[in-house]
């Protein structure tokens, strides 16, 4: 099974994260999708933000997270500011 750490945008830091939301390998990351991922940070790490929405983005897309088009970024904005309440 490779590491988080092999994707585009995940560091050691954000690996830890995820793995303790559950979230322990590259295909587990595909599978869940970058809101549900969020949403689980959120709830341990509330202070995530919006840029950690986009690296994970980034990541299941296998792409730099500021190369996402514009209308992704819009979608993951509109999600992550559905979570503030």
Not at 12 to 23: D, P, Q, V, Y
Not at 46 to 54: A, D, E, I, K, T
Request: net charge negative; proline share 2%.
């Amino acid at each position: 099974m490779a590491e988080l750490t092999s994707m585009m945008n995940i560091g050691k830091e954000m690996a830890r994260k995820l793995t303790a939301a559950g979230i322990d390998s590259p295909e587990k990351l595909i599978e869940t999708g970058s809101k549900e991922a969020f949403f689980r940070l959120k709830v341990i790490y509330p202070q995530v933000c919006l840029v950690h929405l986009y690296a994970l983005e980034g990541a299941i897309q296998n792409v730099e997270f500021n190369s996402l088009s514009e209308e992704k970024k819009r979608d993951l904005k509109e999600f992550s500011d559905c979570l503030k309440g």
